[in-house]
């Protein structure tokens, strides 16, 4: 990521326990098609085995880019499954990065 200011969605969700393989399938279209949409720029998703919780989080160039995927056919139909299917519960945070910076060791 650059220092230019991008966008970031962060869904956190906890899953049911159940619908697990077609869980996986879906999670694995998502992951591949998010990452074809114009702007985006990158994600990554943790999740507690134990308690189901997780969190993913998303960079878009624009707050633009994250409306069009949001509105996404397959997208929308995997938003419909996780209400039905996948999560107990989910919560979504868009927010507008204005300022980043990173330092690595040298070592």
Do not use: N
């Amino acid at each position: 990521m650059g220092s230019d200011p991008h966008v970031v969605c962060i869904f956190r969700s906890v899953r049911t326990d159940h619908s697990s393989d077609q869980y996986e399938e879906w999670s694995g279209r998502i992951d591949r098609l998010v990452a074809t949409m114009p702007g985006y720029i990158g994600h990554a998703s943790f999740r507690d085995e134990v308690s189901g919780r997780g969190v993913t989080v998303s960079y878009f160039e624009s707050m633009s880019d994250v409306v069009a995927w949001k509105e996404v056919p397959e997208h929308l139909e995997a938003q419909a499954l996780g209400r039905t299917a996948f999560y107990l519960e989910y919560e979504v945070e868009v927010a507008e990065i204005v300022r980043h910076y990173q330092w690595k060791s040298t070592e």
